[in-house]
């Protein structure tokens, strides 16, 4: 059973950086779609990244396009995403979630067949 533990979250300044780290056990990511996502209280989540777990292709969403990269190690062991020039609007509970095997090549997951306890970003001065 593959397990997702995310890390790396933490209160940060506007304009500041952070790097999130989703960690698998029980598996590898090969052949997976991986995503990451955001929770506001009162809001939908929203996903921010996916991943490819084979060719290792990626997608940001608009909304933080040009701030976030999304990355996954060579040994499809863990996902990366990097947040840069952060806004008190990326505040949020952030959580990887994978497929497998993805659904029609998506790089996207869709089904949340895994998903990790998420890790908190706090954007405030």
């Known amino acids: 059973q593959l397990q997702l533990v995310e890390s790396g979250g933490g209160l940060v300044q506007p304009g500041g950086s952070l790097t999130l780290s989703c960690a698998v056990s029980?598996?590898?990511?090969?052949?997976?779609?991986i995503g990451w996502f955001r929770q506001v209280p009162g809001k939908s989540r929203e996903r921010v990244s996916c991943i490819s777990g084979s060719g290792g292709g990626t997608h940001i969403e608009d909304s933080v396009k040009g701030r976030f990269t999304a990355s996954i190690t060579n040994a499809k062991d863990m996902v990366v995403l990097r947040l840069n020039s952060l806004k008190p609007d990326d505040t949020g509970l952030y959580f990887c979630?994978?497929?497998?095997?993805?659904?029609?090549?998506?790089?996207?997951?869709?089904?949340?067949?895994?998903w990790g306890s998420g890790t908190q970003v706090t954007v405030a001065s």
């Open positions: 029980g598996g590898t990511l090969e052949n997976h779609s």
């Open positions: 979630a994978a497929d497998h095997p993805p659904r029609n090549g998506n790089m996207c997951p869709d089904r949340g067949d895994y």
